[in-house]
């Protein structure tokens, strides 16, 4: 049985330090463009307050890469390790991108899965994701950040 006790937190660029070797063992076996160090250093708009790590008893299990493109906010790469798959820590990045963003006053969710990753286009599929279009070798979907299930619009106080 998995413990499913586990922390996300804002990816800072020391945490990218610290734990890069970790998270490119993560992203090792992800369909699609394969990322150099520099891809994941990138400076883009919002990355540092949006992109997310997931630890389960203190070992990174996960991580979701975001930035800042307008009014919305795109998913540039996001994975959990094998052996920590369906125990809640996807949903758990997504959505807690998903509240910030909609807090932020973000009004939609993007990203882009490779054709042949079935998994994550269902993964994606099932928070309320949809194909918005193909771009070469990839789907491009995107949702509004209070479709993904356990995300609230909060009202202002009176």
């Known amino acids: 049985m998995f413990d499913r006790r586990w922390a996300v937190t804002p990816l800072t660029q020391e945490l990218l330090r ?11 076996d992800t ?5 150099s160090s520099s891809h994941w ?6 990355k540092w307050e949006l992109s997310r790590i997931a630890t389960v008893r203190g070992i990174v299990t996960g ?11 795109h998913v540039h790469r996001a ?14 990045l997504v959505r807690e991108l998903a509240q910030g963003a909609l807090l932020d006053g973000c009004t939609g969710l993007s990203l882009k899965v ?6 994550a286009q269902l993964f994606f599929a099932g928070l309320g994701f ?19 299930p356990g995300v609230r619009a909060h009202r202002p106080s009176a």
């Open 18 to 28: 610290q734990y890069l070797p970790r998270l490119v063992e993560i992203d090792y």
């Open 79 to 92: 994975a959990v390790a094998r052996e920590r798959r369906y125990m809640g820590l996807g949903l758990q």
């Open 31 to 35: 369909i699609g463009e394969k990322w």
């Open 114 to 119: 490779h054709k042949t990753n079935v998994g």
């Open 41 to 46: 250093s990138l400076d883009l708009p919002g």
């Open 63 to 73: 991580f979701l890469i975001a930035s800042r493109k307008g009014d919305k906010v």
């Open 130 to 148: 949809k194909v918005t279009r193909e771009d070469h070798d990839n789907l491009c979907m995107s949702a509004t950040p209070d479709v993904i």
